[in-house]
C-alpha cells in the first residue's frame, strides 16, 4: 500500500486561504468516507483536525474544512495564521492493506 | 483528562531489545483501539499496527508485520511496542494514539517516544 499523494509544500500569506491536497484511489479515499487530517507542530503530538472527510471534532477553528470530490480530498486553511505553520497528513481508510490504513506523504504549510 | 502518556527517550545499540509503553487515563482504555505511528527523522507519518486492548486483536502494517510486537495490558491501562533485535534504521519517533472506530481516527495521541538506534 503506497502512501496517499500530498504536494510537499504549500505557502500563503495570513489572512489568505490555502488548500492541500491527498489523492488516492477507489481503494482508499475514494472509496470510503473515511478521509482524516492531522497538524503535526515538529516536537509535538499531532493533532487531529478533521475526521471523516468534513467533520471537526471539538476545539478544533472552524477556519479548517475538509472535502473531497473523486480520488481526492481537500483540507482548506481560511483566514491563514502563523499559527498553523506545520506539517499536515492525510489518512484514509483502505482495502490495499491488512491494516485498513495509510497515511499521506505529508504538506509542509509555511505562512509567509 | 483523556491522556496517553509514553515512555522516556531510549538510546540502544544494534541488536538489542526494547519495548516501550503508551499508558492510558481518563477514559475505558479496554473499549478503544491504540494504533502506533513512526516518524523517522526528517520523514512523514506511517502506520505500523493497531491493537485493541480489550480482546488483544492486532492489525499489522505489511511493512512492519514480523519487525515490531505489539501489545497490551488492559488491566493497567498500557500498550507497547517492542523489537527483538534492533536496527540503526529502527531510529525514529514512535506516536501511540487512540483510535475511534465509529469515526475512523486518531482523536488522542501520546507525546511520542524517542528511539536512538546507534553503536
Known amino acids: 500500500q503506497s502512501a496517499l499523494t500530498q504536494p510537499a509544500s504549500v505557502s500563503g500569506s495570513p489572512r489568505q486561504s490555502i488548500t492541500i491536497s491527498c489523492t488516492g484511489t477507489s481503494s482508499d479515499v475514494g472509496g470510503y468516507n473515511s478521509v482524516s487530517w492531522y497538524q503535526h507542530h515538529p516536537g509535538k503530538a499531532p493533532k487531529l483536525m478533521i475526521y471523516e472527510v468534513s467533520n471537526r471534532p471539538s476545539g478544533v477553528s472552524n477556519r479548517f474544512s475538509g472535502s473531497k470530490s473523486g480520488n481526492t480530498a481537500s483540507l482548506t486553511i481560511s483566514g491563514l495564521r502563523a499559527e498553523d505553520e506545520a506539517d499536515y497528513y492525510c489518512s484514509s481508510y483502505t482495502i490495499s492493506s491488512t491494516l485498513g490504513y495509510v497515511f499521506g506523504t505529508g504538506t509542509k504549510v509555511t505562512v509567509l | 483528562e483523556v491522556q496517553l502518556v509514553q515512555s522516556e527517550a531510549e538510546v540502544k545499540k544494534p541488536g538489542e531489545s526494547l519495548k516501550i509503553s503508551c499508558k492510558g487515563s481518563?477514559?475505558?482504555?479496554?473499549?478503544?483501539?491504540i494504533g502506533w505511528v513512526r516518524q523517522m527523522p526528517g520523514k512523514g507519518l506511517e502506520w505500523m499496527g493497531i491493537?485493541?486492548?480489550?480482546?488483544?486483536?492486532?492489525r499489522y502494517s505489511p511493512s512492519f508485520r514480523g519487525q515490531v510486537t505489539i501489545s497490551a495490558d488492559k488491566s493497567i491501562s498500557t500498550a507497547y511496542l517492542q523489537w527483538s533485535s534492533l536496527k540503526a534504521s529502527d531510529t525514529a519517533m514512535y506516536y501511540c494514539?487512540?483510535?475511534?472506530?465509529?469515526?475512523?481516527?486518531?482523536?488522542?495521541w501520546g507525546q511520542g517516544t524517542l528511539v536512538t538506534v546507534s553503536s
Open positions: 481518563g477514559y475505558s482504555f479496554p473499549n478503544y483501539w
Open positions: 491493537i485493541s486492548p480489550g480482546d488483544s486483536v492486532i
Open positions: 494514539a487512540r483510535h475511534l472506530t465509529t469515526v475512523m481516527a486518531l482523536d488522542m
